[in-house]
């Protein structure tokens, strides 16, 4: 048992000593450095790079593409002629011809049934949506850290009132081991005691193993390359929002909730998808046009050699009459965009039910924490008279351990309640596109 002590001890000087030596976190600082170092982050920012970078006119074939092209050719050749004036027969061996071309060519289609500027309008819109999804993914990583953030000031309250029912368990251990040698307890008294000093040490160790990685789990949400580094956070209790509103909520839902303004932008790349299939009932324009050079040189000819070189241009006009899935491609583009108006409906109503739950969570949490503050005022007193009759010789061990377990569950009670009011108020900023206040 003094060895035991002994180690609680020991390890509580350690701790103090460990936080001298560490800088102390708030909750923007925890945020801060996780934007900057988060790899999940910085992968949908590159994401993001991507759709910016194929946002181009050439990307949607608007451009003209411009070839250099060369080539060499030779034959070797035994030719036999028959004349027909004299039904003689000419013969030509090894007739050895050479051709030399080189060329520059330019393909530009003028005009493709809207499909290009439709395109490209895509791409812009897909742009877009690569900024959303990094908006949707900074504010899960917000809403994420902040919860562990929180989860962390839990863990370390806990570990103080586990410390506090170890020291309570630790001064009833004296106060019946003195009088069980002086003959005024009972060795069964003295055996509870040390049972119930046991019970709160080794929970109070599991404790240090929660906490142990919760601070794991924060530092790997900051993206410390050391993940074992010790963390001090400037909140040392959990500071809860009672001032929401359920209609400014919804109404911020409404109008800037990311996962909606992705739903909006999938419609519209829906409907898109359909002009493009319709384009196909306009006739195309294309222009092609180019310069070449051509060296000719002949073992048998009038010529041994020939020189051509100049420009060439045309312009294609055509109209695609049937190519058999014109009709079904519309159909289905059609479904498609009322599949996206669908998906998008079903969102704001699952939006809406998620609100009203965790709105529901968040009132009767708050109203749990005002009652469960009251019960701990009487669980405070309650245990200060149990104490002093205790003392006094008129108060059962256990009766003794039943006060301070009410009052260890009352203080277990609140910080539930604040956790869990804290995680609402997370989720309802969250789903209203206010998590980054968290940033300010």
Request: aromatic content about 8%; hydrophobic content about 40%.
């Amino acid at each position: 048992m003094k060895r035991l002590i002994l180690s609680l001890a020991a390890a509580c000087v350690l701790l103090a000593a460990q936080a001298q030596n560490i800088a102390t976190y708030s909750l923007k600082s925890c945020l801060e450095q996780g934007l900057l170092n988060n790899y999940s982050l910085r992968i949908t920012h590159n994401e993001e790079q991507i759709s910016k970078n194929n946002a181009t006119l050439a990307n949607a074939g608007a451009l003209p593409t411009i070839d250099l092209t060369g080539g060499y050719q030779a034959t070797l050749n035994n030719t036999d002629s028959h004349l027909r004036a004299t039904g003689e027969t000419e013969k030509s061996r090894n007739v050895f011809d050479q051709t030399v071309d080189l060329g520059i060519d330019l393909n530009w289609t003028l005009f493709d049934g809207f499909n290009i500027s439709t395109t490209y309008q895509q791409l812009k819109l897909l742009r877009e949506q690569g900024e959303t999804n990094t908006r949707i993914a900074l504010e899960d990583f917000i809403a994420s850290l902040a919860a562990e953030y929180y989860n962390f000031v839990q863990q370390k309250i806990r570990m103080k009132n586990l410390l506090y029912a170890v020291q309570l368990s630790k001064e009833r251990l004296r106060i019946v081991e003195a009088r069980y040698h002086i003959g005024n307890f009972s060795r069964l008294d003295y055996q509870q005691a040390k049972v119930d000093f046991n019970a709160d040490s080794a929970q109070y160790m599991k404790q240090q193993e929660l906490l142990h990685t919760s601070r794991i789990n924060l530092n790997e949400l900051m993206g410390n390359e050391n993940v074992d580094q010790l963390i001090m956070t400037r909140d040392s209790l959990i500071d809860v929002n009672a001032s929401l509103d359920f209609d400014e909520l919804w109404n911020a839902t409404l109008a800037v909730n990311a996962s909606l303004l992705k739903a909006d932008q999938n419609t519209v790349l829906a409907q898109m998808d359909y002009k493009k299939v319709n384009s196909r009932n306009y006739p195309y324009v294309r222009l092609n046009a180019g310069y070449g050079y051509t060296f000719n040189k002949y073992d048998v000819n009038n010529y041994d050699r020939r020189n051509n070189f100049g420009f060439n241009g045309g312009v294609t006009i055509g109209f695609n009459l049937f190519d058999g899935n014109r009709r079904r491609e519309r159909r289905n583009a059609a479904i498609a965009v009322k599949n996206a108006r669908l998906q998008r409906d079903e969102l704001e109503l699952t939006l809406r039910a998620d609100l009203s739950n965790l709105w529901q969570a968040y009132r009767n949490n708050l109203e749990m924490l005002n009652l469960e503050r009251q019960n701990l005022i009487a669980a405070k007193d309650n245990h200060d008279i149990a104490m002093e009759r205790y003392m006094l010789g008129d108060l059962s061990g256990i009766e003794m351990r039943e006060a301070q377990k009410s009052l260890l569950d009352a203080e277990e009670r609140i910080l539930t309640a604040e956790y869990n009011t804290k995680l609402c108020e997370i989720s309802l900023l969250q789903i209203s596109g206010k998590v980054t206040k968290y940033l300010e």
